[in-house]
């Protein structure tokens, strides 16, 4: 008699969330290489959302996105094509801010929740996944086997996308980043749908005053015992 083939391992899954600039996107990306998992940047597809769906955010914060906009972009975020997460238009940081806009409304994550779901479930190494975004490890993989919160002082945060931008030749201005990044952290924690928090079973990293090669050491270790 033959028996059916064993169920394979379920994908393990490290969940990285943070605010804006605070260095979980390198981090994910150090663990993904460090463990041979794939790697999604959650936050590029709010940007690419905003992007192709020409989404600007409303002078006035309390106006509501037109209903044909919302019912617009929700179709395009449920049949996104991954090749459009490439797009280097999706870095700026007017983009960032027309993302943290459109992530304020349910339907529209909602519309976005099965592409997540589905690339930590299988993805394409089908060994792991490590996704990083506002939400993880509350809501798109709150069984993931190992949850991080990475954070950083705000001022610290808007100098290294300031350094980065600069670095890039863009004419940027400190102070602009620092109110720009103020009013991101405002807007992704106080939505009512899931705002970024820190999941309770997450492992807390203040990378203010960290070199990246500690911060980078420090997850590597605790995602490695975790794992083990
Ligand atoms: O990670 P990022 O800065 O590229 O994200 C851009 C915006 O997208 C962020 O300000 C809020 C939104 N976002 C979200 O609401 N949930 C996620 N999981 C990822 C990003």
């Known amino acids: 008699m033959q028996h059916p083939p064993p169920n394979p391992r379920p994908p393990t899954v490290i969940a990285v969330d943070g605010p804006a600039a605070s260095g979980k996107g390198t981090l994910a990306r150090a663990m993904a290489a460090h463990f041979g998992f794939d790697y999604l940047d ?7 959302v905003a992007y192709f769906g020409e989404v600007t955010p409303p002078v006035d914060a309390a106006a509501e996105l037109a209903a044909a906009t919302l019912a617009r972009v929700t179709k395009l ?16 940081e007017k983009i960032a801010a027309a993302a ?8 529209l994550r909602a519309a976005l929740r099965a ?3 589905n690339f930590a479930q299988t993805p394409p190494g089908g060994l792991g996944a490590v996704l990083d975004g506002r939400d993880i490890g509350s809501v798109i993989c709150p069984d993931a086997k190992v949850k991080f919160f990475i954070t950083a002082a705000v001022e610290v945060r808007a100098k290294r996308r300031f ?9 940027v201005v400190y102070a602009a980043i620092l109110h720009d990044l103020i009013a ?15 999941a309770k079973d997450a492992i807390r990293l203040d990378t203010s005053t960290l070199s990246l090669e500690d911060a980078r050491d420090f997850v590597l270790a ?4 975790q794992l083990s």
């Open 100 to 107: 943290s806009y459109i992530a304020t409304f349910p339907a």
């Open 115 to 117: 592409y997540q779901v």
């Open 42 to 48: 959650t936050g590029l597809l709010y940007r690419a």
């Open 184 to 198: 991101r952290d405002r807007q992704d924690s106080g939505r009512q749908t899931a705002p970024l928090t820190e």
């Open 222 to 225: 605790k995602a490695q015992v």
């Open 77 to 92: 975020a449920a049949s996104l094509d991954p090749q459009r997460l490439n797009d280097p238009h999706l870095k700026s």
């Open 163 to 171: 350094l980065e931008l600069y670095g890039q030749g863009h004419k």
